[in-house]
């Protein structure tokens, strides 16, 4: 096996070389001890394992190839284009040229069998949220939204928007653009 001395050096050329039966084997062998380990209840010798297991050459090849290369063209996030929604915060994200297009599922939206989020229709020029009454505030990105309570009263739609005396509210997720877009993007 063409195994570097140090983590420092790259070898791309051995990539080709190496002997994964032999790196397979190393690495069942080590998972193999720190279940018997954890079995007798010897803890400090499963973590020494644990521990030499996260920091073994092998171990780390051997997790680049399943993500590159036998989950080729599974959607793993990170490879492939996807990206996790654990991401979607990052400033590479919002700062992203027009043509990188972001795959991954938005968060649901649901309001049981009212109005949902995706009833009232956000202006992102103007700052302004309108409800399906037509009723328009402004708005906020990382704030709750909430339409006046004299509006909310004689509205014909209220039964259909909110049970609440104080009037209905909208929660506004701080990428709430992003979201958007991720949802019209799964409609198609």
């Known amino acids: 096996m063409n195994k570097p001395k140090s983590d420092s050096q790259v070898n791309?050329?051995?990539?080709?070389?190496?002997n994964w039966r032999q790196v397979e084997r190393y690495?069942?062998?080590?998972?193999k001890r720190?279940?018997?380990?954890?079995?007798?209840?010897?803890?400090?010798?499963?973590?020494?394992?644990?521990k030499t297991l996260m920091r073994s050459w092998s171990n780390r090849v051997l997790a680049v190839r399943l993500v590159t290369v036998e989950n080729q063209g599974k959607k793993?996030?990170?490879?492939?284009?996807?990206?996790?929604?654990?991401?979607?915060?990052s400033k590479w994200v919002k700062e992203r040229d027009d043509s990188l297009r972001i795959f991954c599922k938005a968060w649901p939206v649901s309001n049981g069998e009212r109005f949902d989020k995706t009833a009232f229709v956000l202006d992102w020029d103007?700052?302004?949220i309108r409800c399906p009454n037509q009723v328009t505030?402004?708005?906020?990105?990382?704030?709750?939204v909430h339409f006046p309570k004299h509006k909310c009263a004689v509205c014909s739609l209220r039964s259909r928007c909110t049970t609440s005396k104080q009037g209905g509210s909208v929660s506004i997720h701080p990428d709430e653009a992003l979201m958007q877009e991720l949802r019209s993007r799964q409609t198609q």
Do not use: C, M
Request: proline content about 4%; hydrophobic content about 40%.
């Open 126 to 128: 103007k700052g302004e």
């Open 76 to 89: 793993t996030a990170g490879v492939d284009g996807i990206k996790d929604r654990a991401y979607l915060s």
């Open 27 to 31: 690495v069942f062998k080590l998972q």
């Open 137 to 144: 505030i402004p708005f906020a990105p990382g704030k709750v």
């Open 12 to 18: 791309t050329e051995g990539w080709k070389t190496i």
């Open 34 to 50: 720190i279940y018997a380990a954890s079995r007798r209840g010897d803890v400090k010798l499963v973590r020494k394992l644990q």
